[in-house]
């Protein structure tokens, strides 16, 4: 037998296997402080945590990362001592917690990058020696008249309850999945040529038996695709938890620092989304919770001064709606004055006096939105400055999401994102330009109408009609896509869509109907393609692209449209 | 072990006996190495697929060949760039068609019945090149191939890798990464 076993190829999965157990760490860590401080020492989370500590350990010294598989070991049997009540809680016992998830999390990235890196957690080992020679001094002054063997018998048991402990879950990489969603979209792809055929066969055969019996056959087939297609979009579902979890430790190591008090909360926590969506949302959520930590929820004295609650509530919350996830980010801090950012976009150079004096209230707010804005002139380690809310909303948009924003001075402030459930299927509106099936996100349609050819009107270059005394910028796909132009009619169709704030028309040909379609991204070989974001094949085989809305409305000129459709009434679609 | 059951104990007895067979054994495997090796270096062989496009021929090697297809239903994808005609659907992926006329500054043909797709497959891209016709599947030696001499390649033309000439035929070679403008 050889001696060595290359086990390079399996640092992926151990990196990755290592960081689900340090997350699970901190949680279990952060759990049981929570509960400590309601007076109440929970075993069975202990177990828990020496469960995914022992793990790693053991992966760790497979792996031959010693000083990991070292440092863990300390921190284990320092938890056991805690277990069998040799050393008592403490803050300072939590506090070193966190600061050996930080330092496993580093330690684990320096693997990533290097694997040969050698990793060196002396400094972590020594400030442990410390706290568990301190901590073990004041457990043995503490008391000893607690009956120490009870304890200890049944620590026992239960510290090796992980290790029988069963698993109900798989782990499969994301790709597999892709894959399997990819299939049977093709299935459902073909499953639509049945229909098509048995349509065929109306007409050539007249045996109404043998009819029929395709016709079940083929509605069967049709069903067991639907159920198969929603099961693999069920596994890729994971519960939103997974990412506001990762928020728990960032407010609280803020508050620490800043001396404001702040409880996260979730709601909805357990709300299930798609995986490509769960991927997207950690970042613009981090932006508006930075934001709410550094600038929302005030400092102590000042939510003193103004009467409330001297510790700030931030909520993270999510929920169906339809078709749609809603996720709002909410804080009961001092909220944001209009008349300020009223004045500083002015100072800015963003809106000229003039217009910001005539919009009302919520448009105001969604000034914020715009690039380069920023209410705090104070630069933070949290937020920085500068970046924020234009990068937010960029990346909502790009997920054929919408972000709002309603605040009460003095009362709080709340973001809602509203996302579709997944990105990878959607219901779009099929329709015809010049000779081409183009498929447009549902989720951005507003509605369809049809006009006469001379309700369209120039205004300062720009095409735009006027809708329920609204003006509303039109775009020819056609000309957009310089596609050749079918001759000229008296009445036009228009598709009104919109994408953010950003509302406008799109003139069509044809509308051909609704359809589920799935997205398929386009070879980069095809460059970037402006007014596109990606194809679809269609129930006979052929390509159609899918419109992208917000970077054909980001085209459109906007100085107008800002403002008179800012507040325009919510989509009906 | 094994190796032994394939010696035949000579009647001699003699472990000199046994050695020479061993000797034997391994000069022949020496031999025959030497032999493909030899034949590998004096004859390359270009295995190519070869196809008309305007008045010339051009060959690509037949390794980066995945299939030939029909030219039917070629979707336009508005903003791509000039040498890419579309995309087509390819069992449910979706992949750009290069059209090589484009491509090389030649004019645009009618649609013919003969047009094909040849799908290629270059590093991890699948891509489609469409050509006016699909001729053959030849192997040429590398004794018939002339690079092109530098002067002949304006910095446009160097997607051609050599001219095999044969019998009466001009067969131009190509290097498709460069051809398909992959970098």
Known sequence: MDGVIDVSLLIEEYLDDANGHVDAVEVAVMELEKRWNEGVMDDALLTLLLGNLHTLKGNSGMMGFTPVQQYIHRLESFLKGVQESAIPLSSGVFELFYSAVTALRSGFARIASDPKTTLDFSDELMSLELISYSQEMEGAEAGREEPAIKALSKAKVEELSYITQKSSTLKVSFEKLDELLNLVGELVIHRTSLVALEKRLQEKVSDRALLEAFNEASQLIGKSSTDLREAIMKARMLPIKSVFQRFQRLVRDHSQKSGKEILLRFEGEETELDKTVIDEIGEPLLHLIRNAVDHGIESVEERRRAGKASTGLLTLSACHESNHIVIAVEDDGRGMDPDRIRRSAVAKGLIAEDEAGVLSASEVLNLLFLPGFSTSSEVTETSGRGIGLDVVKKIVTSLNGMIDISSDPGRGTRFTIKLPLTLAIITALMVEVGGEIFAIPLSGVLESIRIQTDEIHEVGGTEVINLRDQLLPIRRLDGFYKLKKVEERDMEYVVVVGSGEKRGGLVVDRLLGQQEIVIKALDDYLGDLPGISGGTVLGDGSISMIVDISSILSGMKSVTKERTFVNSDKRSA | ?183
Do not use: C, W
């Open chain 2, 1 to 183: 072990m094994a190796d032994f059951d394939k010696i035949q104990l000579p009647s001699s007895g003699l472990a000199e006996d046994i050695l020479a067979q061993f000797i034997d054994k391994a000069q022949t495997e020496v031999d025959q190495v030497r032999i493909v090796e030899q034949k590998e270096q004096n004859d390359t062989i270009f295995h190519l697929v070869t196809f008309q496009l305007g008045r010339e021929e051009y060959g690509i090697e037949i390794s980066s060949v995945q299939e030939i297809i029909r030219a039917t239903d070629i979707t336009p994808v508005p903003g791509a760039p000039e040498h890419v005609r579309g995309v087509i659907n390819l069992r449910g992926k979706i992949i750009p068609v290069v059209d090589l006329r484009t491509r090389f500054s030649l004019p645009q043909a009618e649609a013919s019945d003969a047009q094909r797709i040849v799908v290629v497959e270059l590093k991890e891209k699948r891509l489609g090149m469409l050509v006016d016709s699909v001729s053959q599947v030849i192997k040429i030696p590398s004794g018939v191939v002339e690079e092109m001499p530098e002067e002949a390649i304006s910095v446009d033309e160097n997607f051609i890798k050599g001219v095999g000439k044969l019998d009466s035929r001009l067969i131009i070679i190509l290097d498709l990464n460069r051809s398909l403008l992959l970098t």
